[in-house]
């Protein structure tokens, strides 16, 4: 059954996704509760209708017109029956139209259709839920745009699709299109916003907004264009001053879309564009029209400008509601270039002044408030003077306030009226010229024009065709070296922004500006998206847009408005705003959802307890004598005000706001399980909330002073700078999860979707990384270093860390309570683990829920544990240091070390010491020192083997301690502390082993707890005592204090072996590089070793070009070897095969001595051929007979290539002494 009651009554039609509804925020109201046969999931609201979603099944309510047989107003919600059998996850209402998203991204659209909102072309109205055609004909083939989400103002449509990118159709300039023909009855790309990454989008009656992603440093960095794409004028435009440079990237193109007028308007005044970009057409902002005075009658000052202002929204609201039917119109193209560079040439040639005083305007009476516009009028231009240089201080000088005002909003005077196209040519050519004067109007030009020097001046510069604008003065003072000590913008967590909401985002806004709606300082009307820029580095995560009004919901649950305020429906009491301001909360009261309607505007937030609350800021509707809301005002609020009724609603999980009427939908609490998961993400955003101050109240201004590293020293100062880096990362990604887990609130509620499960290790090593970085600058007195910087920038008494801490610990010493404050973050982590806890036993224990949660619970518990226990440590080791006597405090105390214990009361003794020495042992977490008066020695853990020495012949309580270099045994005092030091040191060798492994891995997985550590381990150690490894650094596998097994061997002079080691030698087969810097290369040698020396096969390559490969011994060519000489073995100039004794060749061998064209085959000796021997050359030549020392000498043969023989005694020259044979000489 679907009908409507009171929300007070009871029911039992469930208790998920109930939906109440009230107007105004009167203490007698009583919300009214819409039942339907399924939970809804989510709702919207135009401005005389409603929408929502109920599990599958789309309803609608309120007036509908465009539904045949409903003319009046239904109360009770009717079932789209065309969207029956589809699967919506998504609905939208705007002013007068629905929209809703299917499972598959395919968009259904009904309601009016007058100005093609709902992209239907034929029909000026859409009766019943129709698909629209979404196609990207920028593929090849044509694909269809799957989307996400939708935003539907008054007479525009905007959608989100699944790529990220903004489509639009409708009419206006708050489409964002570069087109001239209204209404685009097809939905069109948003090219401006194409390769940005768009989160959400929003649209009020005739503006839009856009959460974007920032870009990542690389695509920031990518060229852009430097040129408008229209008017051909520079995007960017640059002034250099004495002391700094103004530039501005807000380019406002003078190009406008100039159409014809043929839509009938409610008022019979024509109009004039209010800027050179807005069309003359009044339907594209039909909104920007204003009362025109009487000739020579003065605007009254006695007028409020709010009482102004809001006779103008009444005026506007009537216009809105009685809207007559509308036609399409004619389109003219835009002005040529020609035109355009001849008013840019006329700008040039002639001074502004001259031309505005020939322009007749009559004063006129507007529908804003006179004064509060010209102020604001008066801080424009003279910003815009200021941006754009000396050339705009006269325009200023030339500019009356009135000038200024006939400018944007032209009056009735003869002289402007467009029946007369000459004023009108002239009216034309005057804006176009005051426009291109006012290209340095930046988004945020009411505040500082001047960007900030810490991050803008190197973007600046990489500014497209700037670089040939900057004068020679920045370029030298851009190349001075700047110090930086530490970047506490939000540092992400790399893995986060893959599971989790990304807090760097923009805001961007395009439509109508009259009433400041869309942020950028100004008025005026933008036909294309443009950055807010007051609202980067804010965390915006949530937009949302009233008819002329906007909101943006942060991470740190603060809300910034701007726009209309004529009711206060901006929560502040400034008026107009038209940039970005913070809405006025009470103390503690953090926002995390908007939603905004007409004239008012829906908070909810967490107050003190868990249970969300409602706050309304706006109009009052006043209750009629039958009980049913007026549409007139009975007053309205100054700042948001509390909804009384808001507690019995239940558990809000999100608000929505159209028309009058304002929409809650709650759950009750089931089995504890809605409260545990309220209390969890408003625990987190408290939390976040907590940190965010931290950081912007302490930590940037201690890094803010000058004097800082000076105070601290070079040592406390870095790590103050880690730990303010670190701290910077874990409150981001708080933030993160905090706005993820608002989202999993408001959409999700499967609990295997929360990020603290799924991805704990996250959370996890964010945590510990953090709280090591406190404990470091806890050990090394950071804190009592930070004291006196602290006591001078926050006073004596730290006031300001005693309110974040909310102790009343007043006789605190300063140093403790830094201590204190900085170590704030691990008791979330005791609130990770109860909420966790609570969540579990909202389920079954047989469960995979109840599984999931009660393992990560486990796990936060036992870090938080740990870290605790670790801070403990820090601080034992920190007192320690302080009492530590001698001068060895500087050598030994190092950030990561801790001390476990130490034998300053003689229960360790050194056996065998002399009677007078002074023998302390000090045991840290990573190594053993021993003290003797001013010298000590420190055995690194990692390498540190212990045994127990048996008591049955000595009596004596001993440990065998065993390092690479040294041995020695410990003497115990008793029994007791002999197991104690035993324990002490093999835990920590054990943790050192194991406590990079166990740092990775999560707590609580119960990592195996050993009584000993291993005999063989990995570790590495250098060496200071072996006359062969002396300074040698080994990393690889030991055992019982030698290397054994596989590692890599370092000396300092650039010496590496890599392979197998037995019993502290190299031992098997390995790799070995010796460096030579004669030549500035490495000899190389692969092959086997035996005890410490090459021993068996091996190649070894000289940096000579030699290469032998053959058998070693004792790190010397012994056996059977081939050495060849030569870079490549194709053209080698030589090669020897044979037999080699301790280095040389000795035995039977064959040199191929490729450069002299010979060849010997036979006897060596010492490196020279020794014995019988045979040589063969290329010429043909063959000698055989007997070598001494590589000389042929005694009886040989000669034999050439002709046959000629010769037998006989050769002498050391190879001189022949004896017989000849030639057979052919006896032939003749």
């Given at each position: 059954?679907?009908?409507?009651?009171?929300?007070?009554?009871?029911?039992?039609?469930?208790?998920?996704?109930?939906?109440?509804?009230?107007?105004?925020?009167?203490?007698?109201?009583?919300?009214?509760?819409?039942?339907?046969?399924?939970?809804?999931?989510?709702?919207?609201?135009?401005?005389?209708?409603?929408?929502?979603?109920?599990?599958?099944?789309?309803?609608?309510?309120?007036?509908?017109?465009?539904?045949?047989?409903?003319?009046?107003?239904?109360?009770?919600?009717?079932?789209?029956?065309?969207?029956?059998?589809?699967?919506?996850?998504?609905?939208?209402?705007?002013?007068?139209?629905?929209?809703?998203?299917?499972?598959?991204?395919?968009?259904?659209?009904?309601?009016?259709?007058?100005?093609?909102?709902?992209?239907?072309?034929?029909?000026?109205?859409?009766?019943?839920?129709?698909?629209?055609?979404?196609?990207?004909?920028?593929?090849?083939?044509?694909?269809?745009?799957?989307?996400?989400?939708?935003?539907?103002?008054?007479?525009?449509?905007?959608?989100?699709?699944?790529?990220?990118?903004?489509?639009?159709?409708?009419?206006?300039?708050?489409?964002?299109?570069?087109?001239?023909?209204?209404?685009?009855?097809?939905?069109?790309?948003?090219?401006?916003?194409?390769?940005?990454?768009?989160?959400?989008?929003?649209?009020?009656?005739?503006?839009?907004?856009?959460?974007?992603?920032?870009?990542?440093?690389?695509?920031?960095?990518?060229?852009?264009?430097?040129?408008?794409?229209?008017?051909?004028?520079?995007?960017?435009?640059?002034?250099?001053?004495?002391?700094?440079?103004?530039?501005?990237?807000s380019h406002y193109c003078p190009l406008g879309v100039e159409l014809a007028e043929?839509?009938?308007?409610?008022?019979?005044?024509?109009?004039?564009?209010?800027?050179?970009?807005?069309?003359?057409?009044?339907?594209?902002?039909?909104?920007?029209?204003?009362?025109?005075?009487?000739?020579?009658?003065?605007?009254?000052?006695?007028?409020?400008?709010?009482?102004?202002?809001?006779?103008?929204?009444?005026?506007?609201?009537?216009?809105?509601?009685?809207?007559?039917?509308?036609?399409?119109?004619?389109?003219?193209?835009?002005?040529?270039?020609?035109?355009?560079?001849?008013?840019?040439?006329?700008?040039?040639?002639?001074?502004?002044?001259?031309?505005?005083?020939?322009?007749?305007?009559?004063?006129?009476?507007?529908?804003?408030?006179?004064?509060?516009?010209?102020?604001?009028?008066?801080?424009?231009?003279?910003?815009?003077?200021?941006?754009?240089?000396?050339?705009?201080?006269?325009?200023?000088?030339?500019?009356?306030?009135?000038?200024?005002?006939?400018?944007?909003?032209?009056?009735?005077?003869?002289?402007?009226?467009?029946?007369?196209?000459?004023?009108?040519?002239?009216?034309?050519?005057?804006?176009?010229?005051?426009?291109?004067?006012?290209?340095?109007?930046?988004?945020?030009?009411?505040?500082?024009?001047?960007?900030?020097?810490?991050?803008?001046?190197?973007?600046?510069?990489?500014?497209?065709?700037?670089?040939?604008?900057?004068?020679?003065?920045?370029?030298?003072?851009?190349?001075?070296?700047?110090?930086?000590?530490?970047?506490?913008?939000?540092?992400?967590?790399?893995?986060?922004?893959?599971?989790?909401?990304?807090?760097?985002?923009?805001?961007?806004?395009?439509?109508?500006?009259?009433?400041?709606?869309?942020?950028?300082?100004?008025?005026?009307?933008?036909?294309?998206?443009?950055?807010?820029?007051?609202?980067?580095?804010?965390?915006?995560?949530?937009?949302?847009?009233?008819?002329?009004?906007?909101?943006?919901?942060?991470?740190?649950?603060?809300?910034?408005?701007?726009?209309?305020?004529?009711?206060?429906?901006?929560?502040?009491?400034?008026?107009?705003?038209?940039?970005?301001?913070?809405?006025?909360?009470?103390?503690?009261?953090?926002?995390?959802?908007?939603?905004?309607?007409?004239?008012?505007?829906?908070?909810?937030?967490?107050?003190?307890?868990?249970?969300?609350?409602?706050?309304?800021?706006?109009?009052?509707?006043?209750?009629?004598?039958?009980?049913?809301?007026?549409?007139?005002?009975?007053?309205?609020?100054?700042?948001?005000?509390?909804?009384?009724?808001?507690?019995?609603?239940?558990?809000?999980?999100?608000?929505?706001?159209?028309?009058?009427?304002?929409?809650?939908?709650?759950?009750?609490?089931?089995?504890?399980?809605?409260?545990?998961?309220?209390?969890?993400?408003?625990?987190?955003?408290?939390?976040?909330?907590?940190?965010?101050?931290?950081?912007?109240?302490?930590?940037?201004?201690?890094?803010?002073?000058?004097?800082?590293?000076?105070?601290?020293?070079?040592?406390?100062?870095?790590?103050?700078?880690?730990?303010?880096?670190?701290?910077?990362?874990?409150?981001?990604?708080?933030?993160?999860?905090?706005?993820?887990?608002?989202?999993?609130?408001?959409?999700?509620?499967?609990?295997?979707?929360?990020?603290?499960?799924?991805?704990?290790?996250?959370?996890?090593?964010?945590?510990?990384?953090?709280?090591?970085?406190?404990?470091?600058?806890?050990?090394?007195?950071?804190?009592?270093?930070?004291?006196?910087?602290?006591?001078?920038?926050?006073?004596?008494?730290?006031?300001?860390?005693?309110?974040?801490?909310?102790?009343?610990?007043?006789?605190?010493?300063?140093?403790?309570?830094?201590?204190?404050?900085?170590?704030?973050?691990?008791?979330?982590?005791?609130?990770?683990?109860?909420?966790?806890?609570?969540?579990?036993?909202?389920?079954?224990?047989?469960?995979?829920?109840?599984?999931?949660?009660?393992?990560?619970?486990?796990?936060?518990?036992?870090?938080?544990?740990?870290?605790?226990?670790?801070?403990?440590?820090?601080?034992?080791?920190?007192?320690?240091?302080?009492?530590?006597?001698?001068?060895?405090?500087?050598?030994?105390?190092?950030?990561?070390?801790?001390?476990?214990?130490?034998?300053?009361?003689?229960?360790?003794?050194?056996?065998?010491?002399?009677?007078?020495?002074?023998?302390?042992?000090?045991?840290?977490?990573?190594?053993?020192?021993?003290?003797?008066?001013?010298?000590?020695?420190?055995?690194?853990?990692?390498?540190?083997?212990?045994?127990?020495?048996?008591?049955?012949?000595?009596?004596?309580?001993?440990?065998?301690?065993?390092?690479?270099?040294?041995?020695?045994?410990?003497?115990?005092?008793?029994?007791?502390?002999?197991?104690?030091?035993?324990?002490?040191?093999?835990?920590?060798?054990?943790?050192?082993?194991?406590?990079?492994?166990?740092?990775?891995?999560?707590?609580?997985?119960?990592?195996?707890?050993?009584?000993?550590?291993?005999?063989?381990?990995?570790?590495?150690?250098?060496?200071?005592?072996?006359?062969?490894?002396?300074?040698?650094?080994?990393?690889?596998?030991?055992?019982?204090?030698?290397?054994?097994?596989?590692?890599?061997?370092?000396?300092?002079?650039?010496?590496?072996?890599?392979?197998?080691?037995?019993?502290?030698?190299?031992?098997?087969?390995?790799?070995?590089?010796?460096?030579?810097?004669?030549?500035?290369?490495?000899?190389?040698?692969?092959?086997?070793?035996?005890?410490?020396?090459?021993?068996?096969?091996?190649?070894?390559?000289?940096?000579?070009?030699?290469?032998?490969?053959?058998?070693?011994?004792?790190?010397?060519?012994?056996?059977?070897g081939m050495l060849r000489s030569g870079k490549l073995t194709s053209s080698s100039?030589?090669?020897?095969?044979?037999?080699?004794?301790q280095d040389k060749k000795t035995g039977y061998g064959v040199f191929d001595d490729?450069?002299?064209?010979?060849?010997?085959?036979?006897?060596?000796?010492?490196?020279?051929?020794?014995?019988?021997?045979?040589?063969?050359?290329?010429?043909?030549?063959?000698?055989?007979?007997?070598?001494?020392?590589?000389?042929?000498?005694?009886?040989?043969?000669?034999?050439?290539?002709?046959?000629?023989?010769?037998?006989?005694?050769?002498?050391?020259?190879?001189?022949?002494?004896?017989?000849?044979?030639?057979?052919?000489?006896?032939?003749?």
């Amino acid at each position: 059954p679907i009908y409507r009651k009171r929300s007070g009554e009871e029911d039992g039609s469930g208790e998920r996704g109930l939906l109440h509804s009230w107007k105004g925020y009167s203490c007698s109201i009583t919300p009214e509760r819409v039942l339907v046969s399924r939970p809804v999931l989510q709702a919207s609201l135009g401005t005389r209708h409603g929408i929502l979603l109920a599990e599958g099944e789309v309803y609608s309510f309120g007036e509908m017109p465009w539904k045949s047989g409903m003319a009046g107003t239904t109360t009770v919600p009717v079932l789209e029956m065309a969207l029956s059998d589809q699967r919506v996850v998504s609905v939208a209402a705007g002013s007068f139209h629905s929209g809703a998203v299917t499972e598959g991204g395919v968009v259904h659209m009904w309601g009016e259709n007058a100005s093609g909102q709902c992209g239907l072309s034929g029909a000026t109205t859409v009766p019943d839920p129709r698909p629209v055609e979404m196609v990207d004909h920028e593929t090849s083939p044509s694909q269809p745009v799957r989307v996400l989400e939708l935003a539907c103002g008054e007479q525009h449509t905007l959608a989100l699709s699944d790529c990220r990118e903004v489509w639009a159709w409708g009419s206006g300039c708050q489409l964002g299109l570069v087109t001239s023909v209204f209404p685009v009855w097809r939905p069109q790309k948003v090219e401006h916003l194409a390769g940005r990454y768009v989160l959400q989008v929003a649209c009020g009656a005739f503006h839009s907004l856009a959460l974007v992603r920032c870009l990542a440093p690389q695509e920031a960095r990518r060229t852009l264009p430097d040129k408008c794409g229209q008017c051909h004028q520079l995007l960017y435009t640059m002034t250099d001053k004495e002391d700094h440079v103004i530039i501005s990237d807000s380019h406002y193109c003078p190009l406008g879309v100039e159409l014809a007028e043929t839509r009938e308007q409610p008022s019979p005044t024509p109009r004039l564009r209010t800027s050179p970009s807005e069309p003359v057409l009044s339907r594209l902002c039909p909104s920007m029209e204003f009362t025109v005075a009487p000739d020579g009658v003065q605007p009254t000052d006695n007028v409020p400008g709010n009482q102004i202002q809001k006779d103008t929204q009444e005026e506007e609201k009537d216009q809105t509601s009685s809207r007559t039917p509308m036609t399409d119109a004619a389109s003219s193209p835009y002005p040529d270039e020609q035109a355009l560079n001849d008013y840019l040439k006329r700008l040039s040639d002639h001074s502004l002044a001259e031309h505005v005083g020939k322009a007749s305007v009559a004063p006129s009476t507007t529908s804003l408030p006179v004064n509060s516009v010209g102020s604001t009028f008066n801080s424009l231009v003279a910003s815009c003077a200021s941006a754009v240089g000396e050339r705009m201080a006269s325009t200023y000088e030339a500019l009356s306030l009135r000038k200024v005002m006939g400018y944007y909003y032209p009056s009735g005077a003869a002289g402007c009226i467009p029946g007369s196209s000459e004023a009108l040519k002239e009216t034309r050519e005057e804006r176009v010229r005051l426009e291109d004067s006012m290209q340095g109007k930046k988004s945020s030009s009411l505040g500082d024009i001047r960007e900030g020097e810490a991050d803008g001046l190197s973007r600046r510069l990489s500014l497209p065709g700037l670089l040939s604008q900057v004068s020679p003065r920045l370029l030298r003072k851009v190349g001075r070296p700047r110090v930086r000590a530490v970047a506490l913008s939000p540092a992400a967590v790399p893995e986060s922004e893959e599971h989790l909401p990304s807090l760097h985002t923009e805001v961007w806004s395009w439509g109508r500006g009259k009433e400041g709606q869309l942020g950028h300082g100004d008025i005026l009307p933008r036909l294309q998206p443009l950055c807010i820029k007051s609202l980067n580095n804010k965390e915006v995560v949530r937009v949302a847009a009233g008819a002329h009004h906007s909101l943006a919901l942060t991470a740190q649950s603060q809300v910034f408005s701007w726009g209309c305020n004529t009711s206060g429906q901006l929560g502040h009491m400034d008026s107009p705003s038209t940039i970005p301001r913070l809405t006025k909360m009470s103390e503690g009261i953090r926002v995390w959802d908007v939603a905004a309607g007409q004239q008012h505007t829906v908070l909810l937030a967490d107050g003190d307890c868990f249970q969300p609350i409602l706050y309304y800021s706006g109009r009052q509707i006043k209750e009629g004598t039958s009980g049913t809301p007026q549409s007139d005002s009975g007053g309205y609020t100054q700042q948001p005000v509390l909804l009384p009724f808001c507690m019995n609603l239940g558990y809000v999980s999100s608000v929505f706001a159209g028309g009058q009427s304002c929409l809650a939908l709650a759950d009750r609490n089931v089995m504890g399980f809605i409260a545990s998961l309220h209390e969890l993400a408003a625990a987190e955003r408290k939390f976040y909330c907590k940190l965010s101050s931290l950081k912007s109240q302490i930590l940037r201004p201690l890094l803010a002073l000058e004097n800082l590293s000076t105070t601290l020293g070079s040592t406390t100062a870095q790590l103050f700078q880690t730990l303010a880096s670190n701290f910077s990362r874990l409150c981001h990604l708080t933030g993160q999860h905090a706005t993820s887990l608002t989202a999993f609130l408001r959409c999700g509620r499967d609990i295997k979707g929360l990020v603290l499960l799924d991805h704990a290790t996250i959370f996890l090593d964010t945590y510990k990384e953090y709280c090591g970085s406190v404990g470091n600058l806890l050990v090394m007195g950071g804190f009592q270093a930070l004291v006196k910087p602290s006591q001078d920038a926050f006073g004596k008494s730290l006031e300001c860390v005693q309110q974040l801490l909310e102790s009343g610990e007043e006789n605190a010493p300063s140093s403790d309570l830094l201590v204190s404050l900085f170590s704030l973050p691990v008791r979330h982590l005791h609130d990770y683990g109860r909420l966790l806890l609570k969540l579990a036993t909202c389920f079954e224990v047989s469960t995979v829920e109840y599984q999931k949660l009660q393992d990560s619970c486990s796990k936060y518990e036992t870090l938080a544990l740990h870290l605790k226990r670790k801070r403990k440590e820090a601080e034992y080791t920190f007192h320690f240091w302080k009492s530590f006597p001698g001068k060895m405090t500087d050598s030994l105390r190092k950030p990561p070390r801790r001390l476990i214990c130490e034998s300053s009361n003689k229960a360790l003794t050194l056996q065998n010491a002399g009677r007078f020495s002074v023998n302390w042992f000090i045991l840290f977490s990573d190594a053993l020192v021993h003290a003797q008066f001013s010298t000590h020695h420190v055995f690194p853990l990692a390498t540190l083997w212990v045994e127990p020495v048996s008591e049955e012949n000595t009596g004596l309580y001993g440990l065998k301690v065993t390092s690479p270099e040294e041995s020695f045994t410990l003497l115990a005092s008793s029994p007791m502390e002999k197991a104690k030091w035993l324990r002490a040191i093999n835990q920590s060798v054990d943790q050192a082993l194991s406590g990079a492994a166990q740092e990775s891995t999560v707590p609580g997985s119960s990592p195996i707890q050993r009584p000993e550590p291993p005999i063989s381990r990995t570790a590495t150690y250098t060496f200071y005592k072996d006359s062969r490894l002396k300074d040698a650094t080994y990393e690889g596998r030991w055992v019982a204090g030698k290397p054994h097994g596989r590692g890599i061997l370092k000396w300092p002079d650039g010496r590496t072996y890599i392979g197998a080691f037995k019993n502290g030698l190299e031992d098997g087969y390995g790799e070995y590089v010796v460096p030579n810097k004669t030549l500035n290369k490495d000899d190389h040698y692969q092959g086997h070793w035996k005890e410490g020396k090459m021993h068996g096969f091996g190649t070894y390559s000289y940096a000579t070009g030699e290469v032998y490969e053959g058998s070693f011994q004792d790190n010397a060519r012994h056996g059977h070897g081939m050495l060849r000489s030569g870079k490549l073995t194709s053209s080698s100039p030589s090669v020897f095969i044979g037999q080699w004794i301790q280095d040389k060749k000795t035995g039977y061998g064959v040199f191929d001595d490729i450069t002299r064209g010979e060849k010997y085959m036979g006897m060596w000796q010492d490196d020279m051929r020794q014995g019988n021997g045979v040589i063969v050359t290329q010429f043909g030549l063959y000698y055989e007979g007997a070598f001494a020392n590589n000389k042929m000498m005694g009886t040989g043969t000669l034999l050439s290539e002709d046959d000629t023989a010769f037998e006989g005694e050769f002498s050391e020259d190879w001189t022949l002494n004896g017989k000849v044979s030639n057979p052919q000489a006896c032939y003749f």
